[in-house]
């Protein structure tokens, strides 16, 4: 399995920044959710096992994609490792949004946008069904490019350890960074599902690809963001959190009364009536976030 575990010396510089943050809330009067806590790293135990069990699927397709490309990036080349990071954010961008916009694959990314607390363990709460619902397909372009899986899997890492400090209300605006990296500030906008920010920002350490295809929506002073889904999961069973919109979509399919509808359950919008067509927008109401 590519997907690599994080080395001890990362672990401690995210407890150590956990810690620091739970310090802050509490002396802010933000207050701080042990219970959501305790749920994160139960999903984080069982995102770890999933990964064990059924990881190597994705790096068997990695490399037998990887097989077929005319041209291979060297590995020992800078040039490799650059070019590699801007192409990754470019398919990283379109995974997220797919997972957002399609249904099928919202099933798991929901497990993530589930606390209703912005912390900085919320970034660990990760869906235990990602091979399932295959979102990581969107990545295979990227070895048929001849990039080496060692090199999507490196830079997916770093991708999404630099993604963990985004979880945090403790950091404000960044200034001209604002403009070309993905920052907290970015970041609470996109973990908010008040209408204005629902299905904003999926950048992962770039916040360009948002602005070029405008995605983007800033975080503004007089709209605070309200966190979680639109219809809030307040359970702190891990199980729970991890299935509930598979249950969901289990309901919608039940409840489909033709093909048509069916198909709609699976891949439209997640917030679209079965009734209406795949090109209709989704009720603003019920957008996930």
């Known amino acids: 399995?590519?997907?690599?575990?994080?080395?001890i010396a990362f672990v401690l510089v995210v407890?150590?920044?956990?810690?620091?943050?739970f310090v802050w809330r509490r002396r802010s009067g933000r207050g701080y959710?042990?219970?959501?806590?305790?749920a994160s790293l139960g999903v984080m135990v069982g995102q770890f096992v999933s990964k064990l069990i059924n990881g190597g699927v994705v790096t068997a397709a990695m490399f037998a994609v990887f097989a077929l490309a005319p041209v291979?990036?060297?590995l020992d080349d800078?040039?490799?490792?650059a070019a590699g990071f801007i192409v990754l954010?470019?398919?990283?961008?379109w995974q997220h949004r797919f997972s957002h916009t399609i249904r099928w694959l919202w099933t798991s990314h929901a497990v993530h946008h589930s606390p209703n607390e912005f912390t900085l363990p919320a970034a660990v709460r990760l869906g235990w069904t990602g091979t399932i619902s295959g979102a990581w397909v969107v990545l295979l372009p990227m070895a048929l490019m001849g990039f080496h899986p060692v090199v999507i899997a490196t830079l997916m890492a770093v991708n999404l350890r630099y993604q963990y400090f985004l979880h945090t209300e403790a950091?404000?605006?960044?200034?001209?960074?604002?403009w070309v990296f993905n920052t907290p500030s970015h970041h609470r906008v996109h973990h908010g599902s008040n209408p204005t920010y629902l299905d904003t920002n999926f950048g992962g350490v770039l916040i360009v690809f948002d602005r070029l295809f405008g995605t983007f929506v800033a975080e503004r002073a007089d709209e605070p963001v309200r966190y979680g889904l639109t219809t809030p999961v307040t359970s702190n069973n891990p199980f729970v959190i991890a299935f509930h919109e598979w249950a969901n979509l289990w309901r919608d399919l039940k409840q489909?009364?033709?093909?048509?509808?069916?198909?709609r359950a699976l891949f439209g919008r997640p917030a679209a009536p079965l009734g209406r067509p795949l090109s209709d927008p989704p009720q603003q109401a019920l957008t996930p976030a």
């Open 1 to 7: 399995m590519l997907t690599d575990q994080p080395p």
């Open 15 to 21: 407890a150590l920044f956990a810690l620091a943050e």
């Open 33 to 38: 959710d042990l219970g959501s806590l305790g």
């Open 72 to 74: 291979q990036w060297a």
């Open 78 to 81: 800078w040039r490799t490792w």
């Open 89 to 93: 954010e470019f398919f990283y961008y």
């Open 171 to 178: 950091v404000g605006k960044l200034g001209p960074l604002e």
């Open 256 to 263: 489909a009364r033709s093909v048509h509808s069916a198909w």
